[in-house]
């Protein structure tokens, strides 16, 4: 289970498709050391994709694939992974969503034999900033009933 853990939390890193984490301003205004301020109340928005491939926050080569990179659970909220949230706000469903990902994995590989069409692999483009859309591409991958 913790492999698959690691797995579902590498997967959710390297091909999220959230963009952007809307959160306000909660202090009265917020000064940067270059003296730029957000106002109380202000919507600011973090770069997840920044996060995500982030060598300081997610270690050495973020723009490549690694299942062995997170030692802690899916469900564990922490500063490298925003894709369920962080501290209060962190998403209540997560454990759920989490668990139906692994139910839907284990059930992918007990039923189907799985191939990869490697000439037909295409990696997902985002449509635009904010948008939260993602061109179509193809899969690569082809799902065989197993005998």
């Given at each position: 289970m913790v492999k698959v853990d690691m797995f579902i939390k590498e997967s959710l890193r390297f091909n999220s498709n959230v963009l952007?984490?809307?959160r306000p301003c909660v202090r009265e205004t917020y000064t940067f050391a270059n003296g730029f301020q957000i106002p109380y109340?202000?919507?600011v928005f973090l770069d997840i994709s920044e996060i995500s491939?982030?060598?300081e926050l997610n270690g050495q080569n973020p723009q490549e694939f690694d299942a062995h990179?997170?030692?802690s659970p899916?469900?564990?909220p922490d500063n490298g992974f925003l894709i369920f949230g962080s501290g209060i706000r962190a998403c209540p469903g997560r454990f759920f969503a989490i668990l139906l990902a692994k139910i839907f994995l284990y059930h992918v590989?007990?039923?189907y034999n799985i191939k990869a069409e490697l000439e037909n692999a295409k990696h997902?483009?985002?449509a635009g900033f904010f948008i939260g859309l993602l061109k179509p591409g193809?899969?690569?991958i082809v799902f065989e009933k197993s005998a």
């Open positions: 952007s984490l809307p109340g202000r919507p491939f982030s060598e990179r997170h030692n899916a469900t564990k590989l007990l039923n997902k483009q985002y193809k899969a690569g």
